[in-house]
């Protein structure tokens, strides 16, 4: 069932990107709630530059436009709010997936099935006195690709997987849009209220399997190792190097050790070890 702010959804055969085409639409002053959906894209966006793989018609590929009452630096929290979403969508699929800091929704032995990708715009029409500025939140879930690891591209083999792999049998992608747009709903309504984002920090600790894990950091120009301690309540990981606490805001991490807070998922939802 969709809420009352994701009623206009659109859908395109192909598109460039699902986030370039809403950023463009957010300059013109669009408000908060617009979704695209598309089947194919041929520019797939990931961060700083990287490109989003998917083949035609295999997975989710969605971007929602939102407007939330958050401070600059609390704009990790609307990627939280679509990746906890969209765990709870593949949840009801009937998998488990885990948060690895910054952007990835990964299965427990690491491999990644999602990447989220949030992007502000600042300026045209968001910028006019009251229309807060929209920040443009798109995810891409590898759904029914791929269905064994030969389908993928030498540098994805061990680093990807899909739901459609895990579960061992398809999964109908307008269902998983729909339990994704109805999880988003709330955690969205959050974003804008104290209590919401309280709520989004305490949920997206508990999804992480990045806090207890030793990490390297790549920085701009910089990297260091430590071991990720927690989350800000802004979202951001906070990394033990060496006794010095250092908040990580935006950056890549790779996980050299498993967090020793997180166990395997046996049957049924594992809880996070504190
Ligand atoms: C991300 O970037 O993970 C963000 C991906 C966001 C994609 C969505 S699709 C809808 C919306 N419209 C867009 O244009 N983008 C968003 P990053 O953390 O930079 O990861 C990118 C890296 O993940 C690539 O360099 C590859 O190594 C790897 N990768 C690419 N495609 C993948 C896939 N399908 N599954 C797993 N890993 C992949």
């Known amino acids: 069932m969709l809420g009352p702010r994701f009623t206009d959804v659109r859908r395109f055969d192909e598109l460039d990107s699902t986030n370039r085409y809403l950023v463009d639409e957010a300059r013109t002053g669009v408000p908060e709630g617009l979704v695209a959906v598309a089947d194919h894209q041929s520019a797939g966006r990931g961060r700083l530059g990287r490109r989003w793989e998917a083949p035609a018609g295999s997975s989710l590929l969605v971007s929602v436009l939102l407007r939330p009452d958050l401070l600059s630096g ?34 427990a032995d690491g491999r990644k099935v999602a990447g989220v990708l949030a992007e502000a715009e600042l300026d045209g029409a968001s910028g006019a006195p009251g229309v807060r500025p929209a920040v443009v939140v798109g995810i891409g879930i590898n759904v029914n690709w791929p269905a064994t690891d030969t389908d993928l591209p030498g540098d994805l083999v061990g680093a990807a997987t899909s739901l459609r792999q895990q579960l061992g049998h398809p999964v109908d992608r307008e269902a998983l849009l729909s339990a994704f747009l109805a999880h988003l709903e709330p955690r969205v309504a959050g974003l804008s209220e104290p209590d919401g984002r309280l709520c989004l920090h305490a949920e997206l600790r508990s999804r992480c399997i990045t806090i207890g894990a030793d990490v390297h950091v790549q920085l701009p120009g910089t990297a260091f190792e430590g071991t990720a301690v927690e989350l800000t309540p802004e979202g951001h990981l906070v990394v033990n190097d060496h006794g010095r606490l250092r908040t990580v805001v935006a950056g890549d991490v790779v996980h050299l050790r498993p967090s020793s807070r997180f166990v395997p998922p046996g049957p049924g939802r594992p809880p996070p070890q504190e």
């Open 74 to 107: 609390q704009r990790h929290l609307a990627t939280a709010a679509v990746a906890l979403a969209a765990a709870d969508a593949a949840t009801d699929a009937g998998i488990e997936l885990w948060v690895k800091w910054p952007n990835d929704l990964v299965v």
